[in-house]
C-alpha cells in the first residue's frame, strides 16, 4: 500500500482549513504569475529568477488605499523591501513596516508621513468587512541564482508573506524535526525570503510546533495547544486565524539584543493571555489588582514588559503611568536593560526618593511614561500624592512586596492606582503568603489573576524537571542545629528575601560554624571537584556552588584551587570597601565579572563552576547551569528561586547536547524534609523537584522489562552470526524506531546516575545494550560515527567492555568496487543481511571518494533505493543481495562500454541518461551537452557559468528532440545528478 504523501495527509487540509476561517486560496500557477515568474524560461530556475517575494500589484493598490497620499510607481516599495539586508536585522526593519512605522516622503506636505501596509482595524470589524487581504499559497518557489527553496504553505496579508507552514509526512520519523530543519535550510539557503516571513510552524498532522523565523533553536520552539489534542484543524483554526496572526505581527514579536546579539522571540500561549488579562484587568473601572504567578524561568520579565507598552499605547488608559516595580538593585537594572533591548521609549528611571516622588507629583511633573523604581524609593511618601486612576503599578516578585514599604506608602500615595502583583514562585501556605492573597488576589476566585504552574511549564518544555539527591551524612548539618536554627524559626516560614535569609544565618551561629568548619570545607569541595568532573563535566554542563555566605565562597575556592585548575572556578559576590583582605581578594571589576558571566553561559569556555551565594540566585539566566551544590540553608521562595536558576532548558547542536533536566546536591539537608522547606501545596511540591532515586527505580524498571527482550538476541558473544542475526532483526523501521526510543531513554538515565554504586548489578547487560544499539546503529545510519552514537559516559563504558567489538563491527571492512566484488563478498563468512549494508556502505564510500564519477554517483543513489526496500521488508534479504550483484555487474559492464567507445566519464554519463530518458539522437546531443560543459569549466562555482551551461544543454536537446516537458525533465534530473558529483 503506498504511504500517504504530504500534500495528501496534510498540506492540502490545511489550505481547506485557511479557506473556511477567512483566508482566499491561491493557486501556485496564479501565484507564480502574479509574483512576475518568466513563463518563457526553461528551467524552474530561470523561470523563477526575476520573480518578486511580493503580489506586487496587490501591495501597490492596498498601500495606496492606505496612504492616499503616497504617490510612488508601483514596483517602488518592493525595491525599497529588496535593500533590506537578508539577516535578523532586516527582518526586524521589515516588522517595523508591518507594525506601519515605515515612512514615506509626501511632497505635498513636504515631510515624512507615517506609511500604513496592514490596517489592525480588522482585529475589531466582523469577516465582511475586512480592508486587508488575506490570501494563502501553496508550493511557494524561491531561488537566488545559487539555491532554490520551496515551502510548503505560505499565508500572506496584502501581497506580502508573514507566515510559513512547513509539512510533513506523518509516516517519516520525526517528521516535526525534519519540517524545522527545512525551515532552518531556508535560512540558510534562501534568506531572502525570510525577511518578510515573521512566523513559521511545522506539523504532521498531530503535532504543531511554532516559533519565530530568525531563532529555530529547540527551547524557541513551541507546542501549540487547543482544547482539542491532535485536531490539526483545530490547531489550524486558531493559531491561523486572522486576528491571531494580527495579533502576533502587531504585539506579540520581540526583538532584544541578549549577549551583544541581537534576538527574536515569540511570546508564548501562557504570556500572550497573561498580557491580555493584565491590561482588561487594569482598564477595568470596576477592579484594580490582580496576581499573575508564572514559574520560574518562564518568560514573566518579557510578560511584564509587554503588558506595560501594550497599556502605555491603549486608548483607553488616555497617556498613563505605568509604574515596573522591581525589589533588588541588580533586577532593577537587569529591567532597564531589558527596556532598552526591546526598544521600548518613554522610560524614565526613579533611581532616588526624591526623583520617584517629582515624576509623580500630580501638581508638579506628573510624569506620562513607564517609570522603573524599586519598593525602598515609595518611603515616606506624602499621602494622595497623585489621585489618578489610570496610573498602573506592576509590581515584580510580589510575595516579596505585600506588607510595610507597599502598605503603608505606595497605596496611601496612589490611593486610587490598579495594583498587579507579578511572581514566580507559588503563593505558600504561611500567613506571609496568605498576604499576597489577600493584597493581590482578592478580586479573583482562584486568588490568580493568571497562573502558569510549574507542571505546565514541564509538560510544554518551558522549563525542565529538577532532581535533587543528598550527600554524604556526614557532610549534612546535623538535624537538631538544622531544626533549632533554622527550620523551627517562625520568621524564616515563607521567606522571600534572600538579604532577609542572610540576616537569619548571621544568627545561626552553630549551623555557620559547622558549614564553614575547617574540615568540612575541603571534604565537600573534593566531593564536588569528584562529582562535577564524573557527572557534569562529561555531559558539557557547568554548576553552581551555593556557599552559606561571601567568606565560605572564599574557603570553598581556594579549597576547590587545590583539587582543580584554578581556571575551572570563579567566585561572584557584591563586594564591599570594609572587606578584610582575604575577601578583598575575591572583589571582581565590573568588565571582568561581566566576562566572568558572558563566558559562563558559552559550552567549553572558562570558568565552569561560579561560586556564589546570594548575587546571580536572582534573575540571572545560563542554560548551560545543569547542577547546583547547594551548601546554603534556604526554603520556600528563596529556595525555589535558586534552584530555579537549573531548570532552562539547553541545546547546542553542534555539540550534541540537550539537557534533560535540572540537578541540586543538597549538602546542607533541606532537602531531607521537604514539605518544611517548600511550604507550598504537596501537587506543586511534587512538581518543583523529585529525588534521584525515582530514576535510579525507573533504569531498574526499564532494565528488568524492557532489556531483556533485546538482550536474548545475542546468544554467542558477538560473532558474525550474532551480529548478521541483528542485523536481520531490526531490518524494519518500526522495530528500530522502538528499540532506539527505549535504549535512549536507559542511556539517559545512565548518563543521570552515572557514577554510582547502584549500577553495579546492571554495568554488564547495560554495556551488552549499548553494544547492540552500536551493531544496529552502525549497520543502519547513513554515517557511522561510534563516538557520537553514545552520551559521553556510556562510550567510556562501551571502550571498555566491547573495545574490540566496537573496532571489528565499525564499517571499516569495506570492500572494492570493481570486478572482483561479487566474488569477494560470496566468499565471505558474514550473513546475507550483513553483506547487504555491507555492500550498501562499500559502495556509498566508493562513490564519495571519487564523487567527480556521474556513474558512481548515480549507482549509490541505486543502492540506496535498494537498501530502503530491504528495510520495508519489500523484498527479501536474498533478493536485495542479487539486486546490488547486479547494479555491481552493471557497473562492470558500463566500465568496458565506455573504455570501447573511447569516451570521458561525463560524455558517456550524459549518452547513457539521454538515451534511457529515449532522447532521439542521443550521440550527438551527448557531444554538445559535453561541449558545452568543456566550455564552461566554472558552472559548479559560477552562477553566470551556471545560467549558462544550463542554457547550451537545454538548447543542445531541444536540437534533437521536439518534446518540451521530456527536454525539462531529462535537463533537471541531469543536473541534479551532476550537482552532486564534480563538487567544488
Not at 526583538?255 to 493584565?278: C, N
Not at 505585600?402 to 496611601?412: E, H, Q
Not at 533554622?486 to 538579604?499: K, N, R, S, V, W
Amino acid at each position: 500500500m503506498s504511504k500517504p504523501g504530504e500534500h495528501k495527509t496534510v498540506q492540502s487540509r490545511i489550505l481547506t482549513y485557511a479557506q473556511k476561517i477567512g483566508w482566499r486560496y491561491v493557486s501556485r500557477a496564479e501565484a507564480e504569475a502574479r509574483r512576475g515568474f518568466d513563463s518563457d524560461g526553461a528551467t524552474p530556475e530561470d523561470r523563477a529568477r526575476p520573480a518578486s517575494l511580493y503580489f506586487g500589484d496587490l501591495l501597490h493598490a492596498q498601500v495606496h488605499a492606505f496612504n492616499p497620499k503616497y504617490k510612488e510607481a508601483e514596483g517602488a516599495l518592493v525595491g525599497e523591501f529588496q535593500r533590506l539586508n537578508a539577516d535578523i536585522a532586516g527582518n526586524r526593519e521589515f516588522l517595523a513596516y508591518l507594525r506601519n512605522q515605515g515612512k514615506f516622503f509626501c511632497a505635498e506636505e513636504n515631510r515624512e508621513l507615517d506609511l500604513q501596509l496592514i490596517d489592525y482595524g480588522d482585529l475589531d470589524r466582523p469577516r465582511e468587512k475586512w480592508r486587508n487581504v488575506y490570501e494563502v499559497t501553496e508550493e511557494f518557489y524561491v531561488h537566488n541564482g545559487r539555491h532554490g527553496t520551496r515551502e510548503d504553505v505560505v499565508f500572506l496579508i496584502n501581497g506580502i508573506p508573514v507566515l510559513v507552514i512547513e509539512c510533513k509526512n506523518a509516516t517519516k520519523d520525526e517528521a516535526i524535526a525534519l519540517g524545522v530543519d527545512q525551515i532552518r535550510r531556508y535560512h540558510a539557503e534562501t534568506p531572502e525570503v525570510m525577511v518578510p516571513e515573521m512566523l513559521f510552524t511545522a506539523t504532521e498532522a498531530i503535532g504543531f510546533a511554532y516559533g519565530v523565523t530568525w531563532n529555530t533553536v529547540r527551547r524557541n520552539i513551541f507546542r501549540w495547544k487547543s482544547e482539542e489534542v491532535g485536531n490539526l484543524e483545530a490547531k489550524v483554526k486558531t493559531f491561523c486565524a486572522v486576528p491571531h496572526v494580527l495579533r502576533v505581527l502587531k504585539d506579540f514579536i520581540l526583538f532584544a539584543e541578549k549577549e551583544e546579539e541581537l534576538q527574536k522571540f515569540i511570546l508564548h500561549q501562557h504570556q500572550t493571555a497573561a498580557v491580555d488579562r493584565v491590561v482588561a484587568r487594569a482598564l477595568d473601572p470596576k477592579r484594580s489588582r490582580g496576581l499573575v504567578w508564572h514559574t520560574q524561568g518562564s518568560g514573566k520579565t518579557y510578560t511584564m514588559i509587554k503588558a506595560a507598552e501594550l497599556l502605555f499605547k491603549a486608548n483607553e488608559a488616555q497617556k498613563p503611568t505605568i509604574l515596573l516595580m522591581i525589589d533588588r538593585n541588580e533586577l532593577e537594572d537587569q529591567m532597564l536593560k531589558n527596556l532598552v533591548a526591546v526598544g521600548l521609549g518613554n522610560v524614565a528611571h526613579a533611581d532616588r526618593i526624591a526623583t520617584l516622588n517629582k515624576l509623580l507629583d500630580e501638581k508638579g511633573q506628573d510624569y506620562r511614561g513607564i517609570v522603573v523604581t524599586m519598593i525602598h524609593k515609595f518611603r515616606d511618601m506624602p499621602a494622595n500624592l497623585n489621585t489618578r486612576k489610570n496610573i498602573f503599578v506592576l509590581i515584580d516578585e510580589a510575595h516579596r512586596t505585600t506588607g510595610g514599604d507597599l502598605g503603608n506608602f505606595l497605596m496611601a500615595g496612589l490611593p486610587n492606582a490598579s495594583y498587579i502583583g507579578f511572581t514566580g514562585t507559588p503563593v505558600d501556605k504561611t500567613a506571609y503568603g496568605r498576604g499576597t492573597f489577600k493584597t493581590f488576589g482578592c478580586e479573583d476566585d482562584q486568588g490568580y489573576l493568571h497562573k502558569y504552574s510549574i507542571s505546565e511549564s514541564i509538560e510544554d518544555g518551558t522549563t525542565l524537571p529538577l532532581y535533587y539527591n543528598l550527600a554524604p551524612n556526614e557532610m549534612l548539618v546535623p538535624h537538631e542545629i538544622m531544626e533549632k536554627e533554622f527550620l523551627a524559626l517562625a520568621e524564616t516560614e515563607g521567606i522571600a528575601d534572600i538579604e532577609e535569609l542572610n540576616k537569619i544565618l548571621e544568627r545561626a551561629v552553630n549551623l555557620k560554624n559547622f558549614l564553614k568548619g575547617k574540615d568540612r570545607v575541603p571534604k565537600v569541595a573534593r566531593f564536588v571537584a569528584d562529582h562535577f568532573r564524573q557527572n557534569v563535566e562529561p555531559l558539557g554542563y557547568k554548576a553552581f556552588l551555593v556557599a552559606v555566605d561571601r567568606e565560605a565562597c572564599a574557603f570553598y575556592k581556594e579549597a576547590l584551587d587545590k583539587i582543580l585548575p584554578p581556571e575551572y572556578s570563579e567566585i561572584v559576590f557584591t563586594g564591599n570597601n570594609n572587606d578584610p583582605q582575604h575577601l578583598k581578594k575575591w572583589h571582581l571589576e565590573g568588565k571582568k565579572e561581566k566576562q566572568i558571566r558572558k563566558n559562563f553561559t558559552k559550552v567549553g569556555e572558562w570558568p565552569k563552576i561560579l561560586i556564589v551565594t546570594e548575587k546571580l540566585l536572582t534573575g540571572f539566566d545560563a542554560p548551560i547551569l545543569y547542577a547546583m551544590y547547594l551548601d546554603k540553608p534556604m526554603r520556600d521562595h528563596t529556595l525555589l528561586q535558586a534552584i530555579a536558576r537549573v531548570n532552562r532548558p539547553y541545546e547546542n547542536e553542534a555539540a550534541e547536547m540537550v539537557k534533560p533536566h535540572g540537578f541540586v546536591l543538597d549538602f546542607v539537608g533541606i532537602f531531607d524534609k521537604l514539605e518544611k522547606a517548600l511550604a507550598f501545596d504537596s501537587d506543586e511540591i511534587n512538581a518543583i523537584v523529585k529525588d534521584l532515586g525515582l530514576l535510579k527505580q525507573l533504569f531498574k524498571a526499564k532494565m528488568e522489562t524492557k532489556a531483556p527482550a533485546y538482550l536474548a538476541l545475542v546468544t554467542r558473544k558477538f560473532d558474525d552470526k550474532d551480529v548478521d542475526n541483528l542485523i536481520e532483526h531490526f531490518r524494519a523501521k518500526e522495530r528500530r524506531k522502538e528499540f532506539f526510543k527505549e535504549y535512549k531513554e536507559i542511556e539517559m538515565l545512565y548518563e543521570i546516575i552515572s557514577p554510582d554504586a547502584f549500577l553495579r548489578p546492571f554495568i554488564e547487560d547495560y554495556a551488552k545494550l549499548s553494544s547492540i544499539y552500536a551493531v544496529v546503529q552502525n549497520a543502519y545510519a547513513k554515517k557511522v560515527y561510534v563516538d557520537k552514537a553514545f552520551q559521553k559516559k556510556t562510550n567510556e563504558l562501551v571502550q571498555q567492555h566491547v573495545g574490540a567489538l566496537m573496532a571489528k563491527e565499525e564499517p571499516g571492512e569495506y570492500v572494492a568496487i570493481d570486478k572482483d566484488t561479487i566474488d569477494t563478498i560470496k566468499q565471505r563468512a558474514d550473513g546475507k543481511a550483513t553483506k547487504v549494508i555491507n555492500l550498501v556502505k562499500s559502495i556509498e564510500k566508493t562513490a564519495e571518494e571519487n564523487s567527480d564519477d556521474p556513474f558512481l554517483v548515480a549507482l549509490a543513489d541505486r543502492a540506496k533505493a535498494v537498501q530502503e526496500s530491504f528495510e520495508d521488508l519489500q523484498t527479501t534479504t536474498a533478493e536485495a543481495l542479487a539486486e546490488l550483484f547486479k547494479e555491481i555487474d552493471k557497473n562492470e559492464h558500463r566500465k568496458k562500454e565506455q573504455a570501447a567507445k573511447g569516451l570521458d566519464g561525463l560524455t558517456y554519463f550524459v549518452l547513457c541518461k539521454l538515451t534511457d530518458d529515449g532522447i532521439a539522437n542521443p550521440e550527438a546531443a551527448s557531444r554538445k551537452v559535453a561541449a558545452a560543459f568543456s566550455k564552461f569549466p566554472n558552472w559548479q562555482r559560477s552562477e553566470a557559468e551556471l545560467r549558462e551551461v544550463r542554457k547550451q544543454v537545454t538548447f543542445a536537446l531541444f536540437a534533437e528532440e521536439d518534446d518540451i516537458s521530456k527536454v525539462t525533465a531529462t535537463v533537471e534530473a541531469l543536473f541534479n545528478l551532476l550537482h552532486k558529483s564534480f563538487r567544488p
